[in-house]
């Protein structure tokens, strides 16, 4: 069993580990690219319309907030609308600030379980609202890549979109299946993690209540197609702001890519591997190097300044109102 210093040892060094890909995959994107015509574009920045993108994004979180309100009162678990508000943008923060993609969600997970005394469910919410998050992603890619891929004939791309796809539905099929479970829990012993099997037995069995509340996840699913596409809509917008020329129905096929892309655990923040992905598919369109990394890194100054509103919530915004009965 690890000590808690080698454990912190550990965590240290993945999120160096990390860091250092990124900054490696950033480096050698912009050694490729002109930097002229990136400082070109910033400084060509159409600034009312970046901003609109920014309030467009903190419209995505409010509706993101009723998403988890809806999966959470399905459990009977009552947090008024403000405090559920609240806590996703504290979430938002630590999901930029910790060394993993999940630390926002743990957190958040640990507020809610610490109000309702309700852990697994709290935490079921979370994995629940992430997953119908997903679903519409893949599902939107799936969607788009049919007239899309008139115009781009990438194998690559049909391989990512099918690959997504794959992923959801062996996730799905996981969480739902007494044997895909039973094997999940051997293997879990046979790696010597055997202590944790009663609480993860709960978590599965927190997850698996939500498939008798067919009406939340049904409106989960629903309001994940408009945040889904909200998003989308967002890049598009800062690609306006750039002065980019890119028709919208490519950034429903390449914006799910890159955010499933950028899900993969081996940078901070996805950086490096949302810029690479970007680079690859939208020069498939036409842009060069410095517009699909400048359109890139505009969308992660986005998500961070709005991020930074959780960190006045967590400095700030300490009030603690139990839940509701």
Excluded at 130 to 151: F, V
Excluded at 188 to 212: C, K, M, N, P
């Amino acid at each position: 069993m690890l000590k808690p210093a080698d454990s912190s040892t550990g965590n240290a060094w993945q999120f160096w580990l990390k860091l250092t890909v990124s900054i490696a995959l950033l480096t050698l994107l912009l050694a490729k690219t002109d930097l002229q015509a990136l400082w070109t574009l910033f400084r060509s920045l159409r600034i009312p319309i970046f901003f609109g993108s920014i309030l467009l994004y903190l419209v995505t979180q409010l509706l993101s907030t009723v998403r988890w309100r809806c999966l959470l009162r399905a459990e009977h678990i009552y947090l008024s609308h403000w405090r559920l508000i609240l806590l996703y943008f504290e979430g938002m923060f630590f999901n930029l600030m910790l060394p993993t993609a999940i630390g926002g969600d743990l957190v958040r997970g640990y507020q809610v379980s610490r109000l309702t005394e309700r852990r697994e469910a709290s935490l079921a919410s979370i994995l629940v609202e992430r997953l119908s998050g997903y679903a519409a992603l893949t599902i939107i890619a799936c969607i788009a890549i049919i007239p899309a891929y008139a115009h781009v004939r990438d194998p690559l791309i049909i391989w990512l979109t099918v690959g997504s796809a794959a992923g959801m539905v062996g996730l799905i099929a996981s969480l739902l299946s007494d044997r895909l479970q039973a094997l999940f829990f051997r293997v879990l012993h046979g790696v010597g993690l055997g202590r944790f099997h009663d609480t993860i037995h709960r978590l599965y069995e927190a997850v698996q209540r939500y498939w008798t509340h067919r009406q939340a996840l049904l409106l989960a699913l629903g309001l994940s197609f408009i945040l889904q596409s909200l998003v989308i809509t967002i890049f598009y917008l800062i690609s306006l702001a750039l002065n980019l020329s890119v028709p919208l129905r490519y950034f429903f096929l390449f914006v799910p890519l890159i955010s499933v892309i950028s899900m993969l655990p081996i940078s901070v923040a996805g950086l490096g591997l949302r810029e690479g992905s970007a680079v690859y598919l939208f020069t498939t369109v036409g842009l060069d190097s410095a517009s699909a990394i400048s359109l890139s890194l505009l969308w992660f100054a986005v998500t961070a300044l709005c991020s930074g509103l959780g960190g006045v919530v967590f400095l700030f915004g300490r009030a603690q109102p139990r839940a509701q009965p």
